[in-house]
């Protein structure tokens, strides 16, 4: 049993919890996943760590509501305790010193890049953050992000912070003002929706710049021993859980993995439908 030592909303569907678990905090790295498992008999879900506490023994989770287990997980409180939590789970991110290194990140994107954009600072790289979300209020934890990188752009689909548009945009705009200086972006790391990380491929292979993507199929038991995680890289058959969860983005198949993650869209209809009906609305 873990305990919950800190809840916090961050917008009404998105919260933080620092959860007990020295084990785990003195070995978690960036790029390192965790399975929660709320209690007996739910659903297994993967989760990142946004940041940790090794002398405290905490690690502290960023999760947005959108199903069945996430809306289970919400409704925990402090001192409540999560059944099981696994890790650290998958491989880490592979730092070194690459140069000038833009972090592009969307969706809940913050805080999934927050341990990478870290690592990366203390290794000596140039960190450019490219963050982008729907609307201003889903840009949370853009702070703690901020203090890794030497320069942060924003945008959100409404232009309600930085500029109106998209990831991509961002990451055109920077390619280009780095080559009137003759500089260049020496390598992007990508997280968030599947999509955006499609297209943000895109634009790096045309400029050849080497990228790493943090992939987010569907995942079980995060051991490698279910395949439900089974994503394909250079046309070999990968597990996310245990190969990745980071792939070079360049050789990864983003249309099987948009295929795959839609598969289960009734099941989890039906599963919500049926949480909702059994809890009566409680959760928040
Ligand atoms: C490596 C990794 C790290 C992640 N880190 C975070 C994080 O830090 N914070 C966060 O809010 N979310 C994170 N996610 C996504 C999170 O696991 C899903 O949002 C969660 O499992 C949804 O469960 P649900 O029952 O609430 O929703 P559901 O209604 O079951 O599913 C909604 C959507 O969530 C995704 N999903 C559902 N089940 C799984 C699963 N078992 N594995 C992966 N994706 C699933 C699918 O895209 C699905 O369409 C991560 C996913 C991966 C693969
Ligand atoms: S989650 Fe089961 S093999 Fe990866």
Request: net charge negative; aromatic share 8%; with cysteine.
């Given at each position: 049993m873990y305990e919950i030592v800190k809840k916090e909303w961050l917008h009404e569907v998105i919260f933080l919890i620092e959860i007990k678990a020295p084990a785990i905090a003195k070995k978690i790295r960036a790029g390192n996943f965790l399975v929660l498992r709320m209690r007996e008999g739910a659903e297994r879900i993967p989760i990142t760590v946004?940041?940790?506490?090794?002398?405290?023994?905490?690690?502290?989770?960023?999760?947005?509501?959108?199903?069945?287990?996430?809306?289970?997980?919400?409704?925990?409180?402090e001192g409540d305790h999560i059944k099981d939590v696994v890790g650290p789970l998958g491989k880490a991110t592979e730092v070194e010193k690459y140069g000038t290194v833009g972090i592009v990140s969307g969706g809940l994107g913050i805080p999934l890049a927050n341990l990478v954009a870290k690592e990366l600072k203390e290794a000596g790289n140039k960190v450019i953050g490219m963050v982008g979300a729907r609307t201003e209020d889903l840009l949370v934890w853009e702070e703690e992000m901020s203090q890794y990188c030497e320069e942060m752009q924003y945008c959100t689909d409404d232009g309600s912070k930085g500029m109106k548009g998209f990831t991509t945009h961002l990451l055109e705009e920077k390619i280009a003002e780095l080559a009137k200086e003759k500089k260049k972006l020496d390598m992007v790391f990508t997280v968030g929706p599947t999509i955006m990380m499609k297209f943000v491929t895109q634009i790096t292979k045309k400029h050849g710049i080497p990228t790493i993507a943090s992939l987010n199929p569907i995942m079980v038991d995060g051991t490698g021993m279910c395949g439900a995680c089974r994503v394909t890289i250079d046309g070999k058959i990968q597990f996310a859980c245990v190969d990745g969860p980071e792939f070079d983005a360049?050789?990864?198949?983003?249309?099987?993995?948009?295929?795959?993650?839609?598969?289960?869209?009734?099941?989890?209809?039906?599963?919500?439908?049926?949480?909702?009906k059994e809890c009566g609305g409680k959760h928040k």
């Open positions: 946004a940041e940790y506490n090794r002398e405290k023994g905490t690690v502290t989770c960023i999760i947005q509501v959108i199903g069945q287990s996430t809306k289970l997980l919400a409704t925990l409180e360049h050789k990864v198949d983003f249309d099987e993995l948009i295929t795959r993650l839609a598969q289960y869209k009734n099941q989890e209809k039906v599963a919500l439908d049926k949480y909702e």
